[in-house]
Structures are given as C-alpha cells and as structure tokens.
C-alpha cells in the first residue's frame, strides 16, 4: 500500500539527482512530529476531551489502580500514584548494568507483571500494555526527554545509530533518508517529520488506534520493504535508545495524535 510505486520512483529519482528537495537537513534544534501537523490536528490533539488518545490514558489508570487477580497487588498498591514515576520516563530505554541489557517502558512494565504480580505479561501491542504504557507516559508529559550520558550505554547507542544511517529494504532507504534529509516533503498525505519519539504512544488516524514506538519503527521499515523486527527486540530497543538521545530536550506529549 505505502509508498506507491509513483512515491517510490520520486523518492529514487530524488536520491538518484541528490535533490534536497529545497529542504536543507535540520540544523537547528529537534522538532516534534507536532510540529509537522496541520492546525486541525494540532488542535484535536490539544483538545483535552476530543483527543482520542485519553481513553487509553483512563484504560490505563483503571487497570493501575486494579488488582489483577483476587490477591494480587496492584501496580498502585506498591508505586503510588503513576506520576510518582514520572521522572523515570524521559530516561527510557536505559542501560541496566545488572543484566547488561537495555530496558524500555514496555519492558519495565511487563517485568513488574511477571515478577511482582507473578501473571502472565501483557501481550506487545496489547489493550493493556498501551493503556498502561499511555498512562504512565502522560503522567510525564512536559518533561524533557533526557541524553544518554551512562558511559556504558554507547555502544548500544552507536548500534542504535548506525541502524538509523543505515540503507535497508528494496527501497535501500534508510530512516536518516526520510527523517533528516527529506524531512518536511511530502510522502502521500504525509508531511514527513524529524522521526521523534516524544509522543508515544501515538494516535496514528492511519492505524484507527494507538500504537507504541516499535509499532512505528515496524511500519517505516515495512513501507522501505524491510523485513520488521519483532516487538521488544534489541535493535528497536537501540534504535529507540538513540532516538532519545537525538531527541533529547524535547518535551514528552503523550498521547500525541498523528495523521
Ligand atoms: C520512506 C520514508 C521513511 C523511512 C525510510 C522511515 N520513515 Fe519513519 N515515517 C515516515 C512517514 C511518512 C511517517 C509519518 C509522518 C511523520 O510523522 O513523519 C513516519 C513517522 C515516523 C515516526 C513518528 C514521528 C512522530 O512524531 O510521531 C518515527 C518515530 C519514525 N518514523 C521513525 C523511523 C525510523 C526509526 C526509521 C528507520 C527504521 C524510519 N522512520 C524510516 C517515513 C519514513
Ligand atoms: C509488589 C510490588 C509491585 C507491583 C505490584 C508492581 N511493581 Fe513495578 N516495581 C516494583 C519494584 C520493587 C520496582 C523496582 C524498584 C523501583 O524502582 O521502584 C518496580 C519498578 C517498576 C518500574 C520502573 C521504575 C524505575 O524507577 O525504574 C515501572 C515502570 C513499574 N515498576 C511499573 C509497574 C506497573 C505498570 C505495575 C502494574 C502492572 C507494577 N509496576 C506493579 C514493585 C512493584
């Protein structure tokens, strides 16, 4: 379906007369996807009642303050309240040194599912993952995202890079192609932006629903002809920690909506 052949040839054509398309590479700060919207969106994602993202955000709040089973402590009854862990969410994904692995939201809360609650961890992609991964975001929105400054961090982060730079798919076109170099064209109705993960999860129109960070990373490799990574898997969990980084300063919006 995504990007037509028409696309895919102006796209080529483009590379191949290394057109910038009148568009230099953003030289100045980093901007949100925000940014890139036309007012009418704009506006439905500000709108703190038609914002279609905030029913996950209240999804999200029940299933935090309920126990999962008879017994069971809910997420509140060890946290608090969810902004008590808002400071945390702009320096996610981390390193963690103890298991020498990265770590992201959705990990961090199925983690909490399977270990302190002993259930089964919510299915990726599921109702309930994006609704408490939604919850706990929002309860951090206007904090900036954070630079990665741990030492032990870079060289994930310069695997997270080099995947960025690097060409992929049938297309052989890589995320730094759209997101830096023709940021700003348009791609179908699209106005392609900077790529920036501070409004996740997103309500995407196209999608009819929300969807997480590595959702989108699916979807821009997929529209490359790129074979998609699993959910979770570590070169989403690099790739996402480089984004942060990239990104750092940015303020966090979720749930942003997007076209
Ligand atoms: C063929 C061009 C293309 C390529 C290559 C591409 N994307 Fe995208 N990407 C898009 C379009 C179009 C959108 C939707 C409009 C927008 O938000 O920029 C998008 C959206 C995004 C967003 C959401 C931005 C927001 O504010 O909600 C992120 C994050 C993103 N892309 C990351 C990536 C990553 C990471 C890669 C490499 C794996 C990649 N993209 C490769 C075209 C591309
Ligand atoms: C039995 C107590 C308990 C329950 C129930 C619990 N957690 Fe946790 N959670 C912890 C502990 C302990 C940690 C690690 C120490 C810390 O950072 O607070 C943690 C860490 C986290 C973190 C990372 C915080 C950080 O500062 O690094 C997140 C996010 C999280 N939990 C989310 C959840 C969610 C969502 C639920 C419900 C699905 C949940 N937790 C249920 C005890 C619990």
Redesign the pocket.
């Known amino acids: 379906m995504f990007?037509s052949t028409h696309t895919r040839r102006f796209?080529k054509r483009c590379l191949a007369l290394g057109l910038a398309l009148g568009l230099s590479i953003s030289a100045g700060a980093a901007q949100?996807?925000?940014a890139?919207l036309g007012e009418e969106l704009k506006a439905l994602q500000a709108d703190p009642f038609a914002n279609p993202g905030l029913l996950w955000v209240d999804r999200g709040e029940a299933l935090w303050q309920a126990p999962p089973a008879p017994g069971v402590p809910a997420c509140a009854s060890c946290h608090g309240a969810p902004e008590r862990l808002r400071e945390v969410i702009p320096t996610l994904p981390r390193w963690n040194p103890a298991t020498q692995r990265l770590e992201n939201l959705e990990g961090l809360i199925r983690q909490c599912q399977s270990e302190r609650q002993h259930q089964a961890p919510a299915p990726f992609e599921s109702e309930a993952l994006l609704a408490l991964t939604t919850r706990l975001a929002h309860g951090a929105r206007g904090l900036p995202l954070s630079a990665v400054v741990v030492p032990e961090a870079a060289p994930a982060l310069a695997r997270g890079e080099a995947?960025?730079r690097e060409r992929r798919g049938q297309?052989g076109?890589?995320?730094a192609?759209?997101?830096e170099r023709?940021n700003g064209a348009r791609?179908r109705g699209?106005?392609?932006?900077e790529?920036?993960?501070n409004?996740?999860p997103?309500y995407r129109l196209t999608w009819q629903t929300l969807g997480s960070?590595h959702r989108?990373?699916r979807w821009?490799?997929e529209?490359?002809r790129a074979e998609p990574y699993p959910f979770g898997a570590e070169p989403y969990l690099e790739?996402e920690l480089f984004?942060r980084h990239r990104g750092a300063g940015l303020p966090l919006e979720t749930p942003?909506v997007?076209?």
């Open positions: 990007p796209l949100s996807g925000l890139y995947f960025f297309l076109l890589s995320c192609d759209c997101h023709y791609l699209d106005r392609v932006s790529g920036m993960i409004g996740f997103i960070r989108m990373f821009c490799n529209a490359v790739l984004l942003a997007r076209r």
